[in-house]
């Protein structure tokens, strides 16, 4: 296997692994970027305290293959239940309409 | 070579029928506003993964794009 597939296989486990799953640049605490900042900031405001945050800019491989994972270029990516949700812009829209509530609500509902 | 916003919005343009587009940015961090038929019936995830699709390699320089898509309708109603 190549350095691609190994990566794309350990993002594959890690979000269908983890109900909620935030790839972001540095950590909800120290963020590096303003959007990663945002997107950890909205988690918060939706009141999830458990989720698994992943630091990009300390894993080479999924900071460079994460992008091919859902054809989603950018950082941030925040994942429930194995699916992309999206960007932090989408996180904020989605946050706004109370639909990232909803769908964290079912998520960690057990 | 540094990345204009002018240079954005062409290559959107380019690759997607858009009804309206603004584009602004310090060459690595940009914001848009793009208003596009095509959108329509697509939820935001897929909205923005088409716009990302349109600038393909192009994406390699930018560092980010936050945008805002928006159908004809929505645009209209907007406004």
């Keep these: 296997m190549d350095a691609k597939t190994i990566a794309l296989e350990k993002i594959r486990k890690t979000v269908t692994e983890n109900p909620i799953v935030l790839y ?19 988690l918060k405001a939706c009141g999830v305290d458990r989720y698994v945050a992943v630091n990009v800019l300390a894993d080479q491989e999924v900071f460079d293959n994460l992008r091919f994972y859902a054809d989603f270029p950018t950082f941030p990516q925040l994942y429930i239940n194995g699916e992309l949700i999206g960007g932090s812009d989408i996180m904020v829209g989605l946050y706004e309409q109370g639909e990232l509530q909803k769908l964290i609500e079912t998520a960690t509902a057990h | 070579m540094k990345v204009t916003p002018e ?65 004809p309708e929505q645009w209209a109603n907007q406004a």
Aim: some cysteine; overall charge positive; aromatic content about 8%.
């Design chain 2, 7 to 71: 240079m954005v919005k062409n290559y959107i343009q380019q690759g997607l029928d858009c009804e309206h587009i603004h584009v602004d940015g310090d060459g690595r961090h940009f914001e848009a506003v793009i208003v596009s038929k095509e959108f329509a019936g697509l939820g935001m995830l897929k909205q923005h993964q088409l716009v990302y699709k349109v600038l393909g390699d192009r994406m390699g320089p930018i560092h980010a794009l936050s945008m805002k898509t928006l159908t």
């Design chain 1, 24 to 42: 972001m640049k540095g950590t909800p605490q120290f963020p590096q970027c303003g959007f990663s900042g945002r997107a950890a900031q909205v």
